[in-house]
């Protein structure tokens, strides 16, 4: 099965690191936080991946590109033999990789249509390329198999961006709770999708997470798969520090794979 990635947009709430490089880029742990997402689905045997460009999309192509030396030892001979030998194997071997230049202004749903030429089979997946989680995707993927709806998205319970106060009404505080979780759901994305949703993908301008999913929702065919671990969304400085810290520490969730 396929895995789409969205990995176009500006990632302007980072502009520490986004002024430079593409978000999917940013480094965590010596690695872009894209190939920490890549490593997840692969470590369920998902391995095909469809990653949309957009905002210096190029510079994407280029790490992919320069993939091999970059990651092995390596002999080369200069001149017009021009050869080169790699003397180790990385650890990812077996991933195809098709990178599609979506548009620097595109919007996800717009993304998605515009790689609907490149997906082969009947189910795909898609998710976001600055978000990292400990989601188990088999488990994701068996789960849509079994309810037989055209779509499932992946919810998560929210935490609260702020401390929040039980104050009584003389303003006497009666209980304090540093950013805790708060009521209902919230995507994660980390979806998965039968292909007949490229139907409801109009154009460039396309949200994909407004009209085609909410029209899914008011037809009975979106589901959601209750993710109940670690999910985190890069998408702030302060969000890129704190998984470095988490990684640099041996503390890092999401790292499922060996």
Known sequence: ????????????????????RPKPLVDVGGYPILWHIMKTYAHYGFQEFIVCLGYKGNMIKEYFLNYEAMNNDFTICLGRQNQITYHEEHREQDFKVTLAETGPDTMTGGRVKRVEKYITDDTFMVTYGDGVADINIGALVDFHKAHGKLATVSTVRPTSRYGILDVDNQGKVLEFTEKPQIDGWASAGFLVLHRSIFEALSGDDCFFEREPLEQL?????????????????MDTYREYKYLN????NGEAPWKVWQ
């Open 245 to 248: 810290e988490l990684w640099d």
């Open 217 to 233: 929702a008011a037809q009975g065919q979106l589901m959601a798969y209750r993710h109940e671990g670690f999910f985190f969304a």
């Open 1 to 20: 099965m396929q895995v789409i990635i969205l990995a176009g947009g500006l990632g302007t709430r980072l502009r520490e690191e986004t002024e430079f």
